[in-house]
């Protein structure tokens, strides 16, 4: 079940950056982590902070009230209305290759201007790193676009066109 963040979840939200944080450029450092808390707060306040938690009793949640704040927190998604984009997707390694991306994917969607492109930058096809994401993009139907440079890493901008 997806559910925007809130400032309840943001050590388990900040435990799970800090677990994956290798695999993204600009949060090398204890300063970038920090900084990095600071926006995902910011993206709570503003209902553009979505998370996947892994509920013990998922057959005794009847509504989102039954889920706990404190639960461990398996996957994230930022998006920007404003940029009308997805800003950062991350989901735990034990979780990986069970829908949490997808599931996480689909809701920003629904959230963003389907009627303009859809941006997302993400890892260049030859990087390792990059294999993952670049299949749940394109399964979802973002084509490759221009070659980029964010945080002094070598990334690939892929868009949603309407």
């Given at each position: 079940?997806?559910?925007?963040?809130?400032?309840?979840?943001?050590?388990?939200?900040?435990?799970?950056?800090?677990?994956?944080?290798?695999?993204?450029?600009?949060?090398?450092?204890?300063?970038?982590?920090?900084?990095?808390?600071?926006?995902?707060?910011q993206?709570?306040?503003?209902k553009?902070?979505?998370?996947?938690?892994?509920?013990?009793?998922?057959?005794?949640?009847?509504?989102?009230?039954?889920?706990?704040?404190?639960?461990?927190?398996?996957?994230?998604?930022?998006?920007?209305?404003?940029?009308?984009?997805?800003?950062?997707?991350?989901?735990?390694?034990?979780?990986?290759?069970?829908?949490?991306?997808?599931?996480?994917?689909?809701?920003?969607?629904?959230k963003l201007?389907?009627?303009?492109?859809?941006?997302v930058?993400?890892?260049?096809?030859?990087?390792?790193?990059?294999?993952?994401?670049?299949?749940?993009?394109?399964?979802?139907?973002?084509?490759?676009?221009?070659?980029?440079?964010?945080?002094?890493?070598?990334?690939?901008?892929?868009?949603?066109?309407?």
């Open positions: 079940m997806v559910l925007f963040g809130t400032k309840k979840d943001i050590d388990a939200w900040m435990a799970l950056v800090n677990l994956v944080s290798w695999n993204f450029p600009g949060l090398e450092t204890t300063e970038k982590l920090e900084e990095h808390e600071r926006i995902v707060l993206f709570m306040e503003e553009r902070a979505l998370c996947v938690k892994d509920v013990k009793n998922i057959k005794d949640v009847k509504d989102v009230k039954d889920i706990k704040d404190n639960e461990k927190i398996i996957g994230v998604l930022l998006f920007s209305t404003k940029h009308n984009m997805i800003c950062c997707l991350a989901v735990h390694p034990d979780y990986r290759n069970r829908g949490v991306g997808s599931a996480l994917l689909k809701e920003a969607l629904g201007d389907r009627s303009k492109r859809i941006v930058s993400t890892f260049r096809e030859e990087d390792e790193k990059g294999k993952a994401p670049r299949a749940l993009y394109k399964k979802f139907g973002f084509v490759e676009d221009e070659l980029i440079e964010e945080f002094g890493y070598p990334n690939q901008r892929f868009i949603l066109y309407p």
